[in-house]
């Protein structure tokens, strides 16, 4: 794992910085998993609703970067520049996955209330190279 990731093995939250159309940056603190990935990539997993500033960002830009945080978005790291994409169907059931299998009963709990509410999740994929 290259040293910038090495401060994202233990942690529990990230920032997400996404950018408008008009350039700006938009800071948001996620849940994140990794997935076991090659020496040279890494792959980090969060989800959010379909309809999120997130999601239409990312579908304008891919161009991302994510920096560790506390669960308020105060930054405890360096910024890592990466790519983001929409998961689909394997994948995003993947994520899914390794989400829950680090966040527990926390994210079980979040989902149940999700689903009484009508609402469904959309799956990032959020690559480092």
């Not at 401060?7 to 408008?20: I, M, P, V």
């Not at 938009?26 to 997130?54: H, I, M, N, Q």
């Not at 945080?69 to 105060?74: K, M, V």
């Not at 299998?101 to 190279?129: C, H, N, P, W």
């Amino acid at each position: 794992m290259p040293d910038d990731l090495a401060q994202f093995a233990n942690a529990r939250h990230f920032s997400l910085e996404t950018y408008r159309m008009t350039g700006g940056a938009v800071c948001t603190p996620v849940w994140f998993a990794e997935s076991p990935s090659s020496p040279v990539r890494a792959t980090y997993y969060v989800y959010t609703l379909p309809d999120s500033g997130k999601v239409k960002r990312i579908r304008n830009n891919p161009r991302v970067r994510i920096n560790l945080c506390s669960l308020r978005g105060d930054l405890r790291g360096e910024w890592v520049e990466a790519r983001a994409r929409i998961c689909l169907d394997e994948e995003a059931a993947h994520g899914q996955s390794l989400l829950i299998d680090k966040y527990g009963l926390m994210k079980r709990i979040g989902d149940f209330f999700s689903r009484l509410r009508g609402r469904t999740q959309t799956v990032l994929a959020i690559e480092v190279s």
